[in-house]
Each structure stands twice: as structure tokens, then as C-alpha cells.
T-cell receptor, first 117, second 109 residues
Framework: NAGVTQTPKFRILKIGQSMTLQCAQD?????MYWYRQDPGMGLKLIYY???????DKGEVPNGYNVSRSTTEDFPLRLELAAPSQTSVYFC????????????????FGDGTRLSIL | QKEVEQNSGPLSVPEGAIASLNCTYSDRVSQSFFWYRQYSGKSPELIMSIYSNGDKEDGRFTAQLNKASQYVSLLIRDSQPSDSATYLC?????????FGTGTSLTVIP
């Protein structure tokens, strides 16, 4: 009963390096989301996907890329890491039976704590 | 810009008291509303969902929604020290969810 699995849990990057944050869910959810959470702040949406092959930008997409080749996986790619991307990253998923409308609650992974030095 | 506003707190209540958490949102077409609890260093955990005006009760938790006033609240009865956490209000509009910055709650034994 894994739910939403994120790897790695912690990572330190140097400025300019690239990496991929992995997210997988086993609940057959069609919607998946990536958020970042800075200290004392709420969650900011980076990208989301309503199904395999479909992705869209959220509130803070700059510096990130995503892909959704399968229902289960939704990796987040950081290109040319910058100190401003130091944050905790959460992946979430939910299910909706309606197109362009997701009103079911999200299930979150445990997060990836990323520091860029 | 869709906004979700919460009092950041900290809110302190004695054990056994009622804790009241409030949230307002800016988008009138918002459809669904959620309360999440987040312990320090952990991921958000769903407590309540509410979709229509009125009250919804689940154990010690009651969510209240007033769409005309664009207001949603969470009451925690018989507060316990284990309720000490940050509570996030989330509002759903279309495909996206918008989160408040959270209210920090401390329950004093």
C-alpha cells in the first residue's frame, strides 16, 4: 500500500547541476501535481498533469520541466539548479472522473528536501 | 491571482478546548475545499473535505463552508497535544488547488 512514492528524500546540488525528482503512484490516479514549499509558506504549484501525455504549467514553472509518459510516473526535472530552487518538493495525486475538473482530495508523497549550494 | 488567506498564528489553546481555524478565498467559482494537517518536517495529511454550504462533522473535527462569504473554517473540539501542527486550507478551482500559508496550532497540556 505505497500510495505516492518520492525519491530521493534528500539531495544537495551544486549551482548549475541538473537532476530529476522521481514520483510514482500506485492508486491509478489520473491527476498528478508537483508543489514546492518554502519555509513558513504554503504550497506553490509547479506543474500538473491530468493524464498520461498531458502536462500544464502551474504558478511557478520557471526552471522546471515535467513529463508524463505513464499514468504512474510524473518526474520533475531541474535544469541548471539555482539557490532559489532550494525547497521541499511534494508530489501529489488525485482521481477525477470528469475532464478538466478535479475535486477529489490530493494524496501527498513524503517530499524531497533539496538544497542548492 | 487566486488567493487563499489564513491567519498564520501561532494559535495556542489549552488541552480540551476548541480550536477555531479560518480561511478566506478570492475566487467565487471555487468548487471544493479541504483542510490538511502538516506536522513539522512531514507531508500534508488530509483531515476534511467539504463541497457544499453548511457544516460537516467527522469525529472531533467540523468544517464549515459559506460560499457567499467565501469563507471556510475548521473547528477542533477537545483539542489534544497531538493536534499541534500547521493546518493548511486548500481550495480547488478547475484542475488546480490553491493553498493558504497555514495556521500554526499549539495545544498546551
Amino acid at each position: 500500500n505505497a500510495g505516492v512514492t518520492q525519491t530521493p528524500k534528500f539531495r544537495i546540488l551544486k549551482i548549475g547541476q541538473s537532476m530529476t525528482l522521481q514520483c510514482a503512484q500506485d492508486m491509478n490516479h489520473n491527476y498528478m501535481y508537483w508543489y514546492r514549499q518554502d519555509p513558513g509558506m504554503g504550497l506553490k504549484l509547479i506543474y500538473y498533469s491530468v493524464g498520461a501525455g498531458i502536462t500544464d504549467k502551474g504558478e511557478v514553472p520557471n526552471g522546471y520541466n515535467v513529463s508524463r509518459s505513464t499514468t504512474e510516473d510524473f518526474p520533475l526535472r531541474l535544469e541548471l539548479a539555482a539557490p532559489s530552487q532550494t525547497s521541499v518538493y511534494f508530489c501529489a495525486s488525485s482521481y477525477s472522473w470528469r475532464k478538466n475538473y478535479s475535486n477529489q482530495p490530493q494524496h501527498f508523497g513524503d517530499g524531497t528536501r533539496l538544497s542548492i549550494l | 491571482q487566486k488567493e487563499v488567506e489564513q491567519n498564520s498564528g501561532p494559535l495556542s489553546v489549552p488541552e480540551g478546548a476548541i480550536a477555531s481555524l479560518n480561511c478566506t478565498y478570492s475566487d467565487r467559482v471555487s468548487q471544493s475545499f479541504f483542510w490538511y494537517r502538516q506536522y513539522s518536517g512531514k507531508s500534508p495529511e488530509l483531515i476534511m473535505s467539504i463541497y457544499s454550504n453548511g457544516d460537516k462533522e467527522d469525529g472531533r473535527f467540523t468544517a464549515q463552508l459559506n460560499k457567499a462569504s467565501q469563507y471556510v473554517s475548521l473547528l477542533i473540539r477537545d483539542s489534544q497535544p497531538s493536534d499541534s501542527a500547521t493546518y493548511l486550507c486548500a481550495v480547488n478551482t478547475g484542475n488546480q488547488f490553491y493553498f493558504g500559508t497555514g495556521t500554526s496550532l499549539t495545544v498546551i497540556p
